[in-house]
């Protein structure tokens, strides 16, 4: 089964040029390094759907909100690295946005009786999964790899069993999975709520069946 993980990664490249004038711009033969893993800390005020693969039955999105990074305030970039331990990376960056703070509950709703157990307005977390990229253990453990499968961990887990620990250091993608569809076939709207530090940030997603 196909799954959805559309994490963006930065490439560099370099130009060289031999002995006579080129209409290239001069580039630094070595790019700039940093020292953390992470570049950007989301702090979420908002969810946006924008994916959904019908085949597999994935909502895909992202958690939105003010961002955090080295050049629009490394100050408080700084202070984060330091927190999270996150200091010894020491090469080129890739892009990896994290969602800062502690999501300890994502929950489900549909504007439409999904199934004989679930009316409109009932949690339909018993329904689905939850697909979460976390950079925790490959922060904490030491970098020793170069397989970007290797730099991240990649869970799916029933949305109803998911802890605020599995989102420590993850990527501010959200995925969830029904694991079966809607008795009728239509178009339903679900909202999806998410509690982050004790605060609720909420997402629609419109979706036909």
């Not at 630094?28 to 019908?54: A, M, N, Q, S």
Request: with cysteine; proline share 4%.
């Amino acid at each position: 089964m196909k799954r959805l993980i559309s994490l963006a990664f930065l490439t560099a490249g370099v130009l060289l040029s031999c002995g006579e004038e080129s209409s290239f711009k001069s580039v630094p033969l070595r790019p700039e390094l940093v020292k953390g893993y992470i570049t950007e800390y989301v702090f979420p005020d908002e969810i946006k759907f924008t994916v959904w693969v019908e085949e597999t039955r994935e909502l895909g999105g992202r958690f939105t909100g003010e961002t955090v990074n080295r050049t629009n305030d490394s100050v408080r970039f700084n202070a984060l690295s330091e927190k999270y331990n996150d200091t010894t990376w020491n090469t080129v960056p890739h892009h990896m946005p994290i969602v800062e703070g502690e999501v300890s509950c994502i929950s489900i709703t549909s504007d439409r009786r999904f199934d004989e157990l679930h009316d409109a307005g009932e949690p339909l977390t018993d329904l689905m999964e939850v697909l979460i990229v976390s950079y925790k253990e490959f922060i904490e453990t030491g970098r020793t790899s170069n397989d970007n499968d290797r730099r991240r961990n990649v869970a799916i887990m029933p949305l109803n069993r998911m802890k605020a620990d599995d989102w420590q250091l993850a990527d501010s993608q959200l995925v969830l999975i029904f694991t079966k569809p809607p008795v009728e076939t239509g178009e339903y709207t679900f909202t999806v709520t998410a509690t982050v530090d004790d605060r609720e940030i909420t997402g629609t997603a419109t979706i036909e069946f």
